[in-house]
């Protein structure tokens, strides 16, 4: 197959062509000259720069069948998978993980960050599996890894070194987990310290709690801005938000926008773990989205976990993580379901920091079709990925077929 051209899609909410060469979008126009291309129609449907995963476990997916799961009273989701990872092999952590990549080009993502848990149970084979998959799938998926410390620095001696050695083997971001630790600053500054030695940006799994006194993103935004480390840190969760009185919540997020943090949001994890001890009202523990953006900071969804105890049902599709954010955070209307999709393309792509990313000529011809005319019906039929294109090639293609029979 040589260079695509799209006709007649919907892009930026009017018809026009995509005209792909040498893996870049060339020319955006009405009625180009077909050519020298081969031609796709895409008669009114959504196109779409690719999604990006921002936020997602590979090395942990598809564990669920190997434990009891969640219940009330039992061991959290940590110790389930604590235990279970002082198993996994280097073949095993591959297979599960390769399958994880396969469904999300499948499900239209071009892009994915995903976090490699380095630790003493599971040492370093989560990063040799996954750097296995990062060389193969190269020009399918641009696959980038985090070193993630999940079980805390200061509970044993070996895993600041192992993720100083992960940082070494080629890992291009460093991952901490504060309220792994007992003393959170002190583990956020060692996450600093170290980002600085090897000049990588973070990513925090940070404010899961629903008790306000365990606030960190404002002691990580604080650190961000007196180390000139703006626009280079992420925090995923960010749920203690929603239990902060409006006030603090508002000095909070205004902290956040001048440190220039990225913040992803995981529902579906939240929605399946979050206030389970609570028998009168749940916390739901997604994080305050809508307000987040409309100060102006930088949000994304992301998936997470996949079937797992963290989220037995996740499924790395990120236009359900749309749907399940328009559920989960009040988020209905038509003018937000317009701006959700941003949230899974170019807000996670500004995250994760790819170049000429987007819709535009001269980007890289990265980019999904959707069986929709628009974000809301996107959203709301879970349209069919009918094109993913990475780097201008097609890389996966997907129909749905359905008969309904009404009478005459
Ligand atoms: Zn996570």
Not at 119 to 141: F, H, I, K, M, S
Not at 378 to 389: P, S
Request: proline fraction near 4%.
């Amino acid at each position: 197959m040589g260079d695509l051209l799209l006709r007649r899609g919907v892009v930026d909410g009017r018809r026009r062509d995509v005209a792909i060469r040498d893996g870049r979008i060339r020319r955006l126009g009405v009625d180009l000259d077909p050519t020298g291309y081969d031609a796709l129609d895409v008669t009114d449907k959504l196109v779409l720069p690719g999604f990006v995963e921002s936020h997602i476990h590979p090395d942990k997916a598809f564990i669920a069948d190997r434990t009891e799961g969640l219940r009330a009273g039992g061991p959290s989701a940590q110790t389930l998978v604590a235990e279970l990872k002082k198993t996994f092999t280097v073949d095993d952590i591959y297979r599960r993980a390769r399958r994880v990549m396969e469904l999300a080009v499948r499900h239209g993502c071009t892009t994915m960050r995903a976090h490699v848990e380095v630790d003493a149970y599971v040492e370093l084979r989560g990063v040799e599996a996954l750097r296995r998959l990062q060389v193969e799938l190269a020009g399918v998926l641009d696959l980038r890894l985090i070193a993630f410390a999940q079980e805390g620095i200061f509970r044993d001696g070996v895993t600041q070194d192992l993720l100083r050695e992960a940082l070494k083997a080629g890992l291009a971001v460093l991952g901490g987990c504060p309220s792994m630790d007992r003393d959170q600053p002190r583990h956020i500054d060692w996450f600093f310290d170290t980002a600085q030695d090897f000049g990588v940006p973070l990513d925090f799994h940070a404010d899961s709690a629903d008790d306000p006194a365990m606030l960190v993103s404002d002691y990580i935004a604080e650190q961000t801005i007196i180390r000139g480390m703006q626009g280079r840190v992420t925090v995923g969760h960010l749920g203690t938000l929603d239990v902060l009185t409006p006030d603090h919540r508002a000095r909070v997020i205004d902290k956040l926008r001048e440190a220039g943090l990225h913040v992803i949001s995981l529902p579906a994890t939240e929605l399946h773990v979050k206030g389970r001890g609570d028998d009168r009202r749940t916390w739901r523990g997604v994080t305050r989205i809508a307000e987040l953006r409309a100060a102006g900071i930088n949000v994304a969804l992301s998936t997470n976990n996949i079937v797992n105890p963290f989220t037995p049902y996740g499924h790395p599709d990120l236009l359900r993580q749309a749907l399940v954010a328009a559920m989960a955070a009040h988020l209905g209307n038509l003018e937000q379901m317009a701006w959700l999709l941003e949230l899974v393309t170019t807000n996670p792509a500004r995250a994760v920091g790819l170049e000429d990313y987007g819709l535009r000529e001269g980007c890289r011809a990265d980019l999904v079709v959707l069986d929709a005319h628009d974000p809301a019906q996107a959203i709301t039929e879970q349209a069919e990925k009918l094109y993913v294109i990475k780097g201008g090639v097609l890389v996966a293609r997907n129909t749905r077929t359905s008969e309904v029979r009404t009478p005459r």
